[in-house]
């Protein structure tokens, strides 16, 4: 039995925990996780830690001792697989019960699998979990040639390591263009001729038949047009299915993840949810309910819960961010830019160092800053305020941002 019980030690999950001992709460909190590893960061497992460049250690959220200091614990490799809201119970798939008094739920999404014939063969890979990426790793020796299914961040960023470890590339995006859900298209061509000009072969409007066979595992995979690109990997980034049968189950009202009011309180009492899995409503976003999978909105979040726990009802009103790194490129975006009806950009792209401002309605709504921090610095306060500016000032380089903030 535990005072906070949080489902999840991800992102979410482990900041929650923070957040409430940071406030002084001093009722006992138990992190229930089903992967095996203390919480640690995902980013970097299709940036540095899939390049290599730092081992898993360094990729902790907190070192081991923290969590003992603070008194959190770790129940991991468990999962939870119902929850009874009225008696304040979870049971886990090993058939323990565990009772709570508030409950965090911070439990992700899933990858979303392919449903083509071969999906589930050998040399098929997913990226989202330490595991995932150790699996990958411990193949890519063999691998000469890769196909990467999906140009989303993920998908471009597996694309990028791959081509530095000198692997021959191929990305297919079913749309016309990578990155289309969440950035403008000039941003889109920057980045499909970044990867071009390293050698990646970028497919777009591709459509995948099958993944083919030999001896149990891929081998390539076949185009609706026939044609079948040879690889010994395939890495499939197509996005997330949020985790979140337990508590749909449970009656928790919600059809793409579960629903949280501005306090990410669920509709049942006592059960909390934060991060990737939580559809909430966003000011960023025109009020519409959405789900943001970011660092920033699974610990935004997670502070919003803890406080709600400890008796702060603060609504969550995070400035969205995030950031993507490819080659050299390091790529900040701050807002959503979701229903923009112009978009400007500060500095010339042909640089490698430029902006991309979006707006709705004359107002600065969300800025994807490739390689300009300043701008990813100073533009945040433009989006806080939704504040309107004439274009020739924002296209100005000489002017520095934060001089158009009134
Ligand atoms: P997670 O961090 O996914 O944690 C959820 C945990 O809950 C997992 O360990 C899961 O196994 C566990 N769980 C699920 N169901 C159960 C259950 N029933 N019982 C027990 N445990 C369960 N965001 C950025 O802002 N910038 C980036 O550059 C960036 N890059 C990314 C790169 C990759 C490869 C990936 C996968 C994600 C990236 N993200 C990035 C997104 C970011 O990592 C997520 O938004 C963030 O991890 C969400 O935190 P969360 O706590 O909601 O979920």
Not at 11 to 23: F, I, K, S
Not at 79 to 104: F, K, L, N, P
Not at 246 to 266: F, K, M
């Amino acid at each position: 039995n535990f005072d906070v019980l949080i489902v999840g030690g991800g992102h979410g999950g482990a900041q929650a925990a923070v957040a409430l001992r940071q406030g002084k709460y001093e009722g006992t909190i138990a992190i229930i996780g089903d992967e095996p590893e203390l919480p640690y960061e995902r980013p970097p497992l299709s940036k540095d830690y899939f390049a290599r460049e730092k081992v898993f250690e360094r990729i902790l959220i907190r070192p081991a001792s923290f969590w003992t200091d603070k008194e959190v614990t770790m129940l991991l490799g468990r999962r939870v697989v119902s929850i009874d809201a009225a008696a304040h119970t979870v049971t886990t798939a090993d058939g323990a019960e565990i009772g709570y008094g508030s409950m965090i739920w911070a439990t992700g999404g899933s990858p979303r699998r392919l449903s083509c014939p071969g999906h589930d063969l050998a040399g098929v890979h997913v990226v989202r979990t330490r595991a995932d990426v150790d699996r990958m790793m411990a193949e890519l020796d063999g691998v000469s040639r890769a196909v990467v299914i999906g140009g989303g961040y993920i998908g471009l960023e597996a694309a990028a390591v791959l081509s530095k470890f000198g692997k021959q590339v191929t990305l297919l995006e079913a749309l016309p263009r990578v990155l289309a859900r969440v950035a403008g298209e000039e941003l889109s061509r920057f980045y499909e001729a970044e990867h071009r000009a390293h050698g990646v072969d970028v497919r777009l409007g591709a459509m995948v038949e099958c993944i083919e066979e030999r001896d149990g595992a891929a081998c390539g995979v076949r185009m609706a047009d026939g044609e079948v690109i040879t690889c010994e990997m395939v890495i499939v980034g197509i996005g997330i299915i949020p985790s979140v049968e337990p508590l749909i189950t449970a009656g928790a009202a919600g059809t793409n993840g579960v629903d949280v009011d501005e306090c990410c309180r669920t509709s049942l009492p006592d059960i909390y949810a934060i991060g990737d899995c939580a559809a909430h409503i966003n000011a960023f976003a025109e009020g519409a309910r959405i789900r943001l999978e970011s660092v920033q909105n699974a610990n935004d979040q997670a502070t919003t819960a803890a406080k709600a726990i400890t008796g702060t009802l603060q609504p969550y009103h995070a400035v969205p961010w995030f950031w993507s790194n490819q080659y050299d490129l390091r790529l900040q975006t701050v807002g959503l830019s979701t229903g923009y009806d112009k978009t400007v950009t500060r500095g010339d792209p042909a640089s490698r160092s430029f902006s991309v401002i979006y707006l709705r309605n004359g107002k600065v709504i969300a800025l994807d800053c490739v390689n300009a921090v300043k701008d990813y610095v100073q533009g945040r306060a433009l989006v806080m305020g939704g504040v309107s500016v004439p274009e020739d000032k924002l296209t100005d380089t000489a002017v520095p941002l934060k001089d158009l903030v009134p």
